[in-house]
Each structure stands twice: as C-alpha cells, then as structure tokens.
C-alpha cells in the first residue's frame, strides 16, 4: 500500500521550533524526490522545501535559513526541521512523493497533513 504519514504538528510560540516527520510506504523511497508543501487558511498549497533522490534540495525564500529538510533512506523517512517559526507559518504540512513505486514508473502520492500552529 502506498501511504504517506506525517506526524509532529503542533501549536507553538513565536520563535519556537517544530520537527515535522513523514513516513512512506509502499514507494522506493531512495528514488523518490520527496518534498513539504504548506496551505494556510484561504491561500492556495505552496511548495516549502524538496530534497531529490541525489540529496539536493531548494527552499522557499520565506523559509530559507530557518527550515532544513533532510532524509533517511533506510527509514524511508523525510523529515522537516522548522525553527524561528513565524505566525505566518500557520498551515497545514502536506508530505508529497514523487518517482517510482514498486509497480509503477512514476506516482505523485500526497500525505493526508498535519497542522502546525504558531501562536502566543
């Protein structure tokens, strides 16, 4: 089954740091260009980070320097370390995949989102 989980959202102050975690299934995760979208109330779903299957990754300008993604191809896991986080940050967290699975050549698969809100 091709599944991705996120996990880690929360409600967090201003300045405060969150590690979001994406788990896949179902995918050949080590050849998949794995990224982080975000949509806030009323706004349309943007793309925040991506890391490729080779390792390079490219950022929003709105989070550059306080975000980081990384990966672990042996716990087929992505992971969103976010700090200095901004009230405008407040979205809900999108996992997506994108690149083979174990039956087909190529399948984008969404995960199903967790919230994170920044607060005082």
């Known amino acids: 089954q091709v599944q991705l989980v996120e996990s880690g959202g929360g409600l967090v102050r201003p300045g405060g740091s969150l590690r979001l975690s994406c788990a896949a299934s179902?995918?050949?995760?080590?050849?998949?260009?794995m990224g982080w979208y975000r949509q806030a109330p009323g706004k349309q779903r943007e793309l925040v980070t991506a890391?490729?299957?080779?390792?390079?990754?490219n950022y929003a300008d709105s989070v550059k320097g306080r975000f980081t993604i990384s990966r672990d191809n042996a716990k087929n896991t992505v992971y969103l370390e976010m700090n200095s986080l901004k009230p405008e940050d407040t979205a809900v967290y999108y996992c997506?995949?994108?690149?083979?699975?174990?039956?087909?050549?190529?399948?984008?698969?969404w995960g199903q989102g967790t919230l994170v809100t920044v607060s005082s």
């Open positions: 890391i490729a299957s080779d390792g390079s990754t």
């Open positions: 179902g995918i050949i995760f080590r050849l998949n260009t």
């Open positions: 997506n995949a994108r690149g083979p699975t174990y039956s087909v050549r190529y399948l984008e698969v």
